[in-house]
């Protein structure tokens, strides 16, 4: 049965997100009323919480501890710890040089992502927090999943996919870099190129700021026809740096939209 009550919804997200550990009353109360719980925070504590139960019923049931409580449901239950293993599982296979296993790994986890992390419960700083976490692991895994399909040969299927995301996250480099290697092995050198001045400029009127060093030597390397662009050698620079993520609203995940209602 969903769970209709913000206050419920909340309170077993926030248990959620201990990961079974033991969630402290005070901080329960403090993310759930704030200044406004008063002397009656643990009362309305404990109410939410039988609520809850009843909800719940035996499939997660909420154990109290000295320090305050404990929901502990198995880890396939919560989409959100099944990205997170998924997404694991899949980065270990590409490791191991099983790229296609990895690939498929990663796309089976991010297509879990439904909607926004903890939609309607981001107001509550400490979900607030674990929202923007869960959506940084999110577009990580995209990243990686790409570059694995970009090893496997992929780059014609990406190109679309990648000029919508340059479009919604201007300012993240890792997916800019990727659209202009996938151009490039597309034959679009000169698309690759118009690409880069593209997030020159953006950079530049937004922050005043260049392109990292990574991504200038990926232009010069296209310029060149640098060999180290060919099929299967997609060079392995680190990680740009995250100047700014924009919003993220087409796909997110359920982190606590789970099978236990």
Not at 8 to 35: E, F, K, M, N, Y
Not at 115 to 131: N, T
Request: aromatic residues 4%; contains cysteine; hydrophobic residues 40%.
């Amino acid at each position: 049965m969903p769970l209709r009550s913000i206050k419920q919804r909340s309170l077993l997200a926030l248990l959620l997100c201990h990961h079974g550990a033991v969630a402290h009353s005070d901080v329960l109360i403090d993310a759930l009323w704030g200044s406004e719980a008063g002397d009656a925070g643990g009362r309305r504590l404990r109410l939410q919480l039988h609520r809850l139960r009843r909800m719940l019923g035996d499939n997660a049931p909420i154990a109290h501890r000295s320090t305050g409580y404990q929901l502990r449901v198995p880890s396939d239950a919560v989409d959100a710890w099944r990205f997170e293993d998924l997404v694991r599982q899949g980065r270990q296979a590409i490791m191991a040089g099983n790229v296609t296993k990895g690939s498929d790994l990663l796309r089976s986890g991010l297509d879990m992502w439904r909607g926004p992390a903890l939609s309607g419960l981001d107001d509550i700083s400490l979900l607030h927090r674990q929202a923007t976490r869960l959506e940084e692991q999110r577009l990580a895994a995209l990243a990686d999943r790409i570059d694995a399909d970009l090893r496997l040969r992929r780059h014609a299927d990406l190109v679309a996919e990648l000029f919508a995301l340059v479009r919604e996250y201007p300012l993240r480099e890792k997916f800019r870099a990727q659209l202009m290697i996938a151009l490039y092995r597309s034959g679009r050198q000169a698309d690759a190129l118009d690409v880069y001045r593209d997030g020159r400029r953006i950079l530049s009127k937004d922050l005043g700021l260049e392109p990292s060093p990574d991504l200038r030597r990926l232009q010069v390397a296209i310029l060149t026809s640098d060999s180290s662009l060919s099929l299967g050698r997609l060079p392995q620079a680190k990680r740009p740096v995250h100047l700014r993520a924009g919003p993220r609203h087409a796909r997110g995940c359920p982190h606590c939209a789970k099978r236990v209602h």
